[in-house]
């Protein structure tokens, strides 16, 4: 989706969501997201970190 807008600036977001038939507020959302993540997100990525750190003092195993 980025990929298309900023290929295409001069569309505006707003035309091409409503041809695509998607929601602003999903884009805006997801827009968001990648900003800032939420409490979920971060929880997941340190606990992937430990369990990677774990299995690799573990050996592999």
Same mark, same amino acid.
Request: charge should be neutral.
């Given at each position: ?5 900023t290929?295409?600036?001069?569309? &505006?977001? +707003? /035309?091409?969501?409503r ?6 507020? @999903? ?6 997201? &990648?900003? +800032? /993540? ?9 606990? @992937? ?13």
């Amino acid at each position: 989706m980025t990929a298309l807008l900023t290929e295409h600036a001069h569309l &505006g977001v +707003e /035309p091409v969501l409503r041809e695509l038939h998607i929601p602003s507020s @999903t884009y805006y959302r997801w827009r968001q997201a &990648g900003s +800032e /993540p939420c409490e979920r997100r971060r929880q997941d990525a340190q606990l @992937t970190g430990q369990i990677r750190q774990v299995h690799a003092d573990s050996g592999g195993s």
